[in-house]
């Protein structure tokens, strides 16, 4: 069993950034390609950044290319997405999630279906 506790979320401008962090309770996190996703109020959660278990490999939603970063910390068992040049669509919570290594993390990065274990959220909130 793991758990993720994500934080950072908050109000911010239109424009600005914020850094979501996510800690996760396990001794073998790196055991664990790592997602973010989000939902926004009326919507469907859709993925947002995915990062395999040793960083090297990323993808990002077409939504939030060229904004934001997604990294992690093996060492601090966290992840972290960098959101820059926030926009009011960008509101929604934000959740992360964990996928076993043993799932195929270039088919599967973005189907949240494959995810194993999830944060309960952190609320962003870009306001225009």
């Known amino acids: 069993q793991v758990q993720l506790v994500e934080s950072g979320g908050g109000l911010v401008q239109a424009g600005g950034s914020l850094r979501l962090s996510c800690a996760a309770s396990t001794r073998t996190f790196s055991s664990y390609h790592m997602g973010w996703f989000r939902q926004a109020p009326g919507k469907e959660r859709e993925f947002v950044a995915a990062i395999n278990w040793s960083g090297g490999i990323t993808y990002y939603a077409d939504s939030v290319k060229g904004r934001s970063t997604i990294s992690r910390d093996n060492a601090r068992n966290t992840v972290y997405l960098q959101m820059n040049s926030l926009k009011p669509e960008d509101t929604a919570v934000y959740y992360c999630?964990?996928?076993?290594?043993?799932?195929?993390?270039?088919?599967?990065?973005?189907?949240?279906?494959?995810?194993?274990?999830w944060g309960q959220g952190t609320q962003v909130t870009v306001s225009s």
């Open positions: 999630a964990a996928l076993q290594t043993s799932t195929n993390y270039n088919l599967n990065y973005y189907r949240g279906s494959q995810y194993a274990y």
